[in-house]
């Protein structure tokens, strides 16, 4: 089953993540078959916060991909904003 999930980049104590699609089995780190947008939890706008294809994601959705529950969050925050 594929999963879009958050995919950890950055330094210690300085995070950033890649919202990406891949297999459910893989580790955190590991491959994945898509980069579907960028997650900056620290940056200062929410423009520089979160990076989201939204078309690339729904036709991941309509493929069968399962959202997780951050993912799922922050897919609903990008889609509320104008």
Same mark, same amino acid.
């Given at each position: 089953m594929v999963k879009i999930r958050l995919r950890r980049n950055?330094? %210690?104590?300085?995070? $950033?993540?890649? =919202?990406?699609?891949?297999?459910s089995r893989s580790p955190r780190d590991g491959k994945f078959i898509a980069i579907l947008g960028h997650y900056n939890p620290l940056g200062k !706008?929410? =423009?520089? %916060?979160l990076q989201l294809n939204t078309e690339l994601l729904k036709h991941w959705i309509e493929v069968g991909a399962k959202l !997780? $529950?951050?993912v799922n969050f922050l897919y609903k925050k990008q889609c509320s904003t104008p």
């Open positions: 950055g330094k %210690k104590g300085n995070p $950033s993540y890649k =919202i990406v699609a891949c297999d !706008t929410d =423009i520089e %916060k !997780t $529950s951050r």
